[in-house]
């Protein structure tokens, strides 16, 4: 089939050669054009012709879009278009959703995404480090198709049993299918070949990482379709640079804004491509500045077109997912913890919703003390102890994100364990206080000992029984802003606990303790007095009968407050994400040579595996392409700046390497590079959106150089070579792809260093591990 379509493609093409030839002779000054005037982001040709806003001139719109190529592939290529992209279609989708029921138990991430589609089903408050469009979806898939959202979630290997969990594998497979349909329709719009679209697409069907990283319940898929129909909608609107302001026009700036906020609502990386399209953007602003045929009113008007659709309508839409998101969600549940008390006092069955409490803070009162740091925690204690060589070998206390009971502290005077017998008196701005732990009745304590990650600070434990212990229990409290005898303020009052020893004040680092810690905040004394948030703490549960209680209503945040609140904790947690212990992450060099890849279930003979890896001949296709493609444009760039005589069919070529290849290698870079700079903790599946950049660049770079057969060869020989090419390419990827099958698909039985194995001879790289 393919042969027999690029067969008639080319004959296509010879049929209209003379044609073709006449019309690029007509051209005014194509190789200085190419040198000077063209933009690099799109495969349009803009010839210095004198245009208008609204319209321009048929020898501009013949001219434009790679020359005659488009005007030709319209009126006589429609035909393998069509052809191509339903078989394109068909095997996108029949390869995605082939056994998409398999393995019937969750499967790595899923035990996340899986479980957080249940909370907005449940309308149950969760925190997460990414946007909630992905979840949300994800939810929203499940509750059409007829999950009810009581699948625990609890880890990977657990039976699904009779739960409706096809609904969001189907979903995320469906989006997952429209990823090598939007591959073709791009590069076909960048190159004007047949070829090179389906090329792509080929890479893309039969790899069987994006066939694995496609089935499950995860936010990849999702983020990815956005992603490439941001792009697909951006090239499109490239190529509407000669009807602006028309419908098709604002169609697709609009597709494209939409796109933008979709991508960024599903992870913060979607960022990626919003800059992809901001320099494609600033560089088509840039042109239209220096086209002396269009006024200044003309070119505001594009500059505000540009900021309604892909700045102000990506805005409204990206908050309006946070609007929805914070109405769903209206039920008090496990992110409560990470957010502040008046946050969480609009979520129905949280302690504070509709709550009443004692309006100040007395002795013998239990309260519980929230950091102010945002997700900085409640101050925490527990029976275990600092292990041997941290500081002193005294009860750790630390910051906890989560209600617990053992965040209950009781309230005392320095020289007393007991509360009031009468009406208890308040506490005030500047009095010394010992706070003790209600559940092991040690009480807050530090000492000169280091802290067990910051150096410079004090440790901070549990010390003495039953209330009994030493001067360095201690605490002068302070109201921050107030002065001495003002009350202590539920909620409300910003406080500091200064210890009274050693001077130093109380405080939450955000630093994540080791295992032994239970991977909670570290809570130190600083020694550095200066009021910031990990400084300031505030009373939030206030148990004492003797007092009166008041509304907490009142203080309820307006949406700006809770939207701001939300991205700080998304972003502290997202900083907040380092490699754990026997963890396997990886490194971004690893990535493009399909180094290691990801076990998503199973590691033994008995149990159903599926393994996250790249089809090697694909991925390791898209390395060489990536050196090829540089050395291609450094040959062409060289020969046009020298001045050689180039025919037609070689200043396209060029032309479409420039500008198609660059916006895909800019992609590729966006996409990729940005992971060298980061700290938090990294895995294999991030560079999947900088692989299908990769994998268009492919397709041009690869159906170019085959073109490039008539350089050493004489017809026919040349077109027997180019075909031959494009079969050992297919051949390859196909056979490569039925090796490697079981990779995606599941297999069991033997490990592929053991006899017998069905993957026995695979293991090509020691690293990996299936």
């Known amino acids: 089939m393919f042969s027999f379509l690029m067969a008639k493609e080319e004959c296509i093409s010879q049929r209209n050669k003379t044609e073709h030839s006449s019309i690029l002779r007509n051209r005014k000054n194509i190789p200085t054009s190419l040198k000077t005037s063209q933009a690099p982001f799109t495969s349009v040709s803009k010839d210095k012709i004198s245009q208008t806003a609204g319209h321009s001139s048929e020898d501009d719109n013949q001219s434009s879009n790679g020359s005659s190529a488009q005007l030709f592939t319209r009126r006589h290529g429609e035909s393998p278009v069509k052809v191509l992209l339903l078989l394109v279609v068909g095997l996108s989708f029949s390869t995605r959703l082939y056994k998409i029921t398999e393995p019937p ?53 657990d039976k699904y049993e009779q739960q409706n969990y096809w609904g969001m594998r189907g979903f995320c497979a ?104 901001g320099l494609n953007t600033i560089w088509d602003l840039w042109r239209l500045l220096g086209d002396l045929s269009l006024s200044l009113v003309d070119v505001a008007k594009h500059f505000l077109a540009r900021v309604v659709g892909l700045i102000l309508l990506p805005l409204f839409l990206y908050v309006t997912v946070f609007a929805v998101h914070f109405v769903v969600l209206n039920k008090s549940g496990p992110g409560d913890g990470f957010f502040s008390s008046a946050f969480q006092s609009r979520l129905m069955g949280n302690n504070l919703y509709n709550a009443s409490m004692p309006e100040y803070l007395a002795y013998g009162s239990t309260i519980t003390v929230k950091n102010l740091r945002i997700a900085g925690g409640y101050l925490h204690s527990h029976w275990h102890l600092y292990p041997e060589g941290v500081g002193s070998r005294q009860q750790q206390v630390t910051a906890y994100s989560h209600k617990d009971y053992n965040n209950l502290w009781l309230v005392h005077r320095q020289d007393d364990n007991n509360s009031q017998s009468g009406s208890p008196d308040l506490v005030r701005h ?14 807050l304590h530090s000492h000169l000992h280091e802290a067990p990650l910051t150096k410079k600070h004090f440790q901070v434990t549990g010390y003495g029984i039953n209330g009994t212990g030493d001067t360095n229990d201690l605490w002068q409290l302070e109201v921050c802003g107030g002065r001495k005898g003002d009350l202590v303020k539920v909620l409300r009052s910003k406080v500091r606990f200064l210890h009274r020893a050693t001077g130093c004040v109380l405080y939450s680092s955000g630093k994540t303790l080791p295992k032994w810690g239970w991977e909670q905040v570290e809570v130190t004394c600083s020694p550095y007095l200066k009021e910031t948030p990990s400084s300031q703490w505030n009373i939030e ?34 900083s907040g994400l380092k490699p754990k212990d026997n963890e396997m992450n990886s490194k971004p060099w690893h990535w493009p040579i399909n180094y290691q890849g990801l076990r998503f279930s199973g590691v033994n003979e008995t149990e159903y595996r599926v393994y996250l890896l790249g089809n090697p001949v694909v991925w390791w296709l898209n390395l060489a392409s990536l050196g090829l493609y540089l050395i291609m444009v ?42 060298y700079t980061m700290g938090r903790v990294l895995y294999y599946h991030h560079y999947f959106p900088a692989m299908l950049f990769s994998s268009m660049l492919t397709g041009i770079t690869v159906d170019i150089l085959l073109n490039s057969a008539d350089l050493i060869l004489q ?55 299936f």
């Open 174 to 277: 469906v989006l997952g299918s429209f990823l090598p349909i939007f591959a073709y329709l791009i590069v076909l719009e960048l190159s004007q070949s047949h070829t090179a679209a389906f090329i792509t697409a080929i890479l893309l069907i039969f790899d069987t990482g994006c066939i694995t990283i496609s089935q499950y319940i995860l936010l990849d898929p999702i983020l990815m379709f956005f992603i490439m129909a941001a792009v697909l909608s951006m090239v499109k609107f490239n190529q509407q640079r000669y009807r602006p302001f028309t419908a098709s026009w604002w169609f697709w700036l609009v597709l494209t804004g939409v796109n933008l906020a979709g991508a960024f609502g599903v992870k913060f990386v979607g960022l990626f491509v919003i800059l992809l399209v």
């Open 541 to 574: 549960d206030h148990i004492n009968p003797k007092l009166p209680n008041i509304s907490l209503s009142v203080l309820k945040p307006h949406f700006l407050e809770i939207l701001l609140e939300s991205h700080i904790v998304m972003i502290r947690g997202n």
């Open 715 to 769: 017809p026919p020989y040349s077109d027997w070579m180019q075909r031959v090419g494009q079969m050992v390419l297919l051949l390859s990827v196909l056979y490569s792809f039925y090796l490697f099958h079981p990779l995606s698909y599941g297999m069991t039985g033997p490990l592929a260093h053991e006899p017998g194995s069905a993957m026995a001879g695979l293991k090509w790289m020691d690293s990996w591990e």
């Open 634 to 675: 450094a040959v062409a760039s060289v020969t046009i700046q020298r001045g050689f005589s180039l025919g037609p069919k070689r200043i396209e070529q060029s032309q479409v390497l420039m500008r198609g290849g660059g916006l895909l290698l800019l992609g590729w870079l966006l996409h990729y590079a940005p992971f």
């Open 430 to 443: 500047g009095d010394i206080i010992r706070l003790e732990h209600k559940e092991t009745t040690r009480n």
């Open 105 to 157: 138990h969750v499967c790595w991430d899923e035990t996340h995404f899986g479980k957080m589609g249940s909370y907005y089903i449940n309308r149950t408050f969760f925190f997460d480090v990414h946007p909630p469009l992905g979840k949300m979806l994800i939810g929203l898939a499940g509750y059409m198709t007829g999950y009810d959202g009581t699948f625990p979630f609890i880890k990977p290997g």
